[in-house]
């Protein structure tokens, strides 16, 4: 593995637009709209702009999981923002996450009643619908906190497994030894602490299914399982017996499989995508 051991940071940084490796396209370090583009609006008063990254899928399993339970008003639009593309730098985007990361999401029905109310970074929409339906988030304040905690674990955790092992194992440039060694380290030792938490519980907040598991589910549950980045073997995932029981648990759920399809555009042959979704049949079209 190469590492430039000459390297010397400048006194200021400035960008170079072509060292970003596979990315580098869409990245930049300023924030704001780069062109104008209005967002689409469908016919639920949930819409969804976002892709099927591990953060898309939190809330279209969530969406699904609450149409699962019954509640039909979580029905929903999901449009696409391919960020590839740069749509998330378009001017309707930004005025709904003005940190234009996917997903965003817009409520046209809130129950305050007022104007429609925006929502992102995933966690904050997990927690936005469990409180709006009442669901998927525990009653009892204890199995509440503790739902509620791993639920920012994730949000905290996750980038070292995303923008660090992820990115410098499978997309960067080139392969960098004390990178990968760095994030593999963080990133299995999160392994582990799922792996020992799960010794005792069956979900994340105990015997209750909850926001909790649909944030990790899809980082972790999708890492060990070999959804992700090709690192199963790397990362050594069957030593992690009891996340592994967690995640194939969760992996049969039919929300989950539903939700994990939606605003998806890439993979073999063999995987099911779904570019938009504006109705539970256009899942059921393809899911047979």
Known sequence: MSQNKNYTPPKVWTWDSESGGEWANISRPVSGATHDKALPTGKHPLQLYSLATPNGQKVTIMLEELLALGHTKAEYDAYLIDISEGDQFGSGFVAVNPNSKIPALMDHAPASGNSPQRVFESGAILLYLAEKFNDLLPENPGKRTEALSWLFWQM?????????????????????????????????????????????????????????????????????????????????????????????????????????????????????????????????????
């Open 156 to 288: 905290g955790s996750a980038p070292y497994v995303g923008g660090g092992f992820g990115h410098f194992y499978k997309y960067a440039p080139e392969p960098i030894e004390y990178a990968i060694d760095r994030f593999t380290m963080e990133t299995k030792r999160q392994l582990d602490v799922l792996d020992k938490h799960l010794a005792d519980n069956e979900y994340m907040a105990g015997d209750e299914y909850s926001i909790a598991d649909i944030a990790i589910w899809p980082w972790y549950g999708s890492l060990v399982l070999g959804y992700a980045y090709d690192a199963k073997e790397f990362l050594d995932a069957e030593s992690y017996k009891h996340l592994l029981r967690w995640a194939k648990q969760i992996d049969t759920r039919e929300a989950v499989r539903r939700g994990r399809i939606v605003n998806k555009t890439w993979g073999d042959d063999n995987e099911v995508q779904l570019r938009e979704r504006h109705d539970a049949a256009d899942i059921d079209k393809i899911l047979k």
